[in-house]
């Protein structure tokens, strides 16, 4: 029985199982359309990727809950007001980087506005940062984390303790603004 908010199992694109050469263990998860992609080393076993899957439905249906009310939540922005909003994005976000970073006492070195897919924002080891258009559709706290954590990469280009402790310096309100990315950031 179908429960409420939730397709069947057939509203879904089938399940995609893929080998992959770098893989360790199996992995599934759930894509924004609700396709579930299982992943298996390279050594694995496809009866043993659809034992693993299998036991999964539950944490499955659970992700799939997630999307939908993520996209209750935070609307999609339609494609006739995404040039929009990317030409607002790229008078925005470049002034709003560098004077955050004239705050830190950092030098950014070029900055782009780009239609990133996975990423809200990428620093090079050049200093060139590049940022997600759909950062002006946030709140401004969790776009500026993300702004400070981009400029954080010129100081260590990394992701271990000591970056994670000069994002905290420069944003104590970081782990806030990750939850929101967590809960809403796939719906942008």
Known sequence: MKQPGL????????????RHPRARRYVVSVREDGRVRVTLPRWGSMREAREFFGRLDGWIDQQRRRLESDRRAVPRVPDTDRRGAMERA?????????????????????????????????CSPRGHICLNWRLVLMPPSVRDYVLIHELMHLRRLDHSRKFWTLVEQACPDYLSARRWLREHGRSL
Do not use: D, M
């Not at 397709?7 to 893929?18: A, D, G, K, L």
């Not at 008078?91 to 004077?99: F, K, M, S, W």
């Open 90 to 122: 790229k008078r925005e976000l470049p002034p709003r980087l560098h004077e955050i970073a004239r705050e830190l006492n950092v030098r950014p070195g070029k900055v782009s506005v780009r239609n990133q897919r996975w990423r809200w924002g990428s």
């Open 7 to 18: 397709p069947f199992e057939s509203e879904y694109p089938p399940t995609v199982f893929v």
